[in-house]
């Protein structure tokens, strides 16, 4: 996701005249201000506002506050000598508490109490809204919620404060509350491209590809070099299955920036959907000379070597993957099927028990192949359509492993029956049924 710039300061200062029955009423303020010079520059702002050199010397810090809202409560009538300031953590309780000091002060008059200033310091807030600090999601979001209720932020900064609750919100995969603060942003500021984008990448992540697109679409016009967007309009048009488009999405951002090493890989992804792995093996190739750490195009390339039956390059690839990921459990899985299909002596190496821990999905396959669980009982502890159909492509290739080919072509065969579009399980039983069945 990407975030709109702001500007973030540091401090917020109160001042007030200490007495205002006897020296009258004059207030300062600043907010989002340089620390070691907030103080001094309320206190000049409280001393313009008096009308008398009493006025001016009773001038009087009373509060310091950072990420903190003050209001100030008076009676504006017969002199206005009734007053009362709060500070409290959101502008409606410094508001409430001040106009409770009015009413206590006032008397008979508590009912002509009002605010008169209220205003809110948004330094750390902007800071952690923006991401610039390293805090949990939770405190981003509660940051940027401060920010948009504190009623002191310019159109522009509202826009900003959205658009970076929303990229917390995409973060935390809650697509659909960032959706909403994408289209808030937008309700404000319809000509960001960035804006568009990141929606554009909310709905593909949850799976509405049409509304991605349309929104890749306004980026696009609003800026059409956007390589970017046309990188991610090629992946929701490969999403819905439509290749030949999301080919020529990836092609067009090539031709925008020819180092796009993402774009070459998932070109490659595209080729191999439509079932072209020459061109898709180049464009992994290009991928790789292009951006020689990118542990997503060797993925990529080794299970493209194992479709192609190449089980040793499969293997060395989803090595070079489990090296810079040792986490990513599906690579542990299909390296040491590939190493297993080459006839490697160490394959049984490449599986490390407890990964991932307990049942976690896809541990109960592991432990297929280690031996301590049988292939019912891994299928048994699939809990979702799409595990169930995973299940059936491991199964397949333990029976074959076992020398049970007529299972491990049923196996592969509902897999491939079953599986989405998109996953390796089904492009894998696919081939594999290819190579049981030559033509």
């Known amino acids: 996701m990407l975030a709109l710039p702001r500007m973030a300061a540091a401090d917020g200062a109160l001042a007030i005249t200490s007495n205002a029955t006897q020296d009258g009423v004059a207030y300062g303020f600043v907010r989002n201000f340089p620390a070691p010079t907030a103080q001094a520059a309320a206190l000049n702002t409280c001393r313009g506002m008096s009308n008398t050199q009493r006025t001016q010397a009773s001038c009087r810090i009373v509060g310091m506050f950072t990420d903190r809202c003050f209001a100030i409560a008076l009676v504006p009538q017969g002199g206005a000598t009734t007053l009362a300031w709060a500070i409290e953590t959101d502008r409606m309780a410094a508001q409430r508490k001040a106009l409770t000091g009015c009413a206590s002060a006032a008397g008979d008059g508590a009912d002509q109490c009002r605010v008169v200033q209220s205003r809110c310091d948004g330094s750390t807030w902007a800071e952690q809204c923006g991401g610039h600090t390293d805090v949990s999601l939770d405190r981003r979001i509660a940051s940027c919620t401060a920010l948009i209720g504190s009623g002191d932020e310019s159109d522009a900064d509202l826009v900003g404060d959205y658009v970076s609750r929303g990229n917390a919100h995409a973060d935390r995969q809650d697509f659909d509350q960032a959706i909403a603060d994408y289209g808030e942003a937008l309700g404000r500021n319809p000509t960001q491209p960035v804006v568009y984008y990141n929606r554009a990448a909310a709905w593909r992540l949850k799976g509405d590809f049409d509304k991605a697109i349309a929104d890749y679409d306004r980026a696009i016009a609003l800026n059409p070099r956007y390589e970017d967007a046309f990188v991610n309009r090629g992946i929701a048009y490969a999403g819905k299955g439509d290749t030949d488009r999301a080919i020529s999405e990836f092609t067009t951002a090539l031709m925008l920036d020819a180092g796009d090493a993402a774009a070459y890989r998932n070109r490659g992804d595209a080729y191999v959907d439509k079932g072209d792995l020459a061109l898709a093996r180049e464009d992994y190739d290009e991928a790789i000379r292009r951006a020689p750490g990118d542990a997503d195009a060797y993925r990529s390339r080794g299970y493209l070597h194992f479709y192609a039956g190449d089980f040793a390059a499969a293997a060395d690839d989803l090595a070079r993957v489990l090296a810079a990921e040792p986490d990513d459990t599906y690579a542990m899985i299909w390296g040491y099927l590939a190493a297993a299909r080459a006839g490697a002596a160490d394959a049984g190496r490449r599986l490390r028990p407890g990964v991932p821990a307990g049942s976690q999905w896809p541990g109960p396959v592991v432990e297929l192949f280690l031996g301590s669980r049988s292939a019912e009982a891994a299928l048994a502890a699939a809990r979702t359509p799409a595990q169930t159909c995973e299940a059936q492509f491991y199964i397949g290739e333990w029976k074959l492993l076992h020398a049970d080919k007529a299972g ?32």
Request: glycine share 4%; hydrophobic share 45%.
């Open 408 to 439: 491990a072509a049923a196996a592969w065969q509902a897999a491939a029956d079953s599986c989405p579009r998109s996953f390796i399980e089904r492009k894998g039983a696919r081939a594999e049924l290819t190579r049981l069945t030559p033509p």
